[in-house]
């Protein structure tokens, strides 16, 4: 257990530096994610099923990237998590798209959410090929 606690740690302070020497508005979009995938989803889960649904694939894709930072260490393929995790989610906000009152507080974060997921699974199919092609 000790071991893994250090490995834990080293992959902790690994993926910080990472994060730290991404360009600022990459880490505004990630706290923007944070917000409104995160804290969002957690706030509706208590209503809405497509919130728990969402808070379920954050909090998978959030254990799932460490396990891949800790295997592989931090580079482009961290996406890949997301691709897993929030494109079943997409799809099923997309499919519930005609039945959310969208002038609604629920149907405002579920737009946003949506929207979310969507342009930063483009980022990570993107980060995911290009590391793929060693670029």
Known sequence: MEGFV??????QEAQDAYVAALPQWVQ????????VLGIGSLVF????????????????????????GMAVGWNKLWGVTHLVFWTPVAVLFIR???QIDKKSVYGVW???????MI??????AKDVVEYFLGV
């Open 96 to 98: 519930r798209w005609g």
């Open 119 to 124: 342009v930063s699974l483009l980022f990570d």
């Open 45 to 68: 889960s208590f209503f809405r099923s497509e919130a728990r649904w969402l808070l379920l694939a954050f909090f998978l894709s959030i254990v799932a990237t460490m396990g891949l």
């Open 110 to 116: 579920f737009v946003a959410a949506l929207a979310t």
């Open 28 to 35: 505004y979009w990630m706290y923007w994610m944070l917000a």
């Open 6 to 11: 250090e490995a834990f740690i080293a992959a």
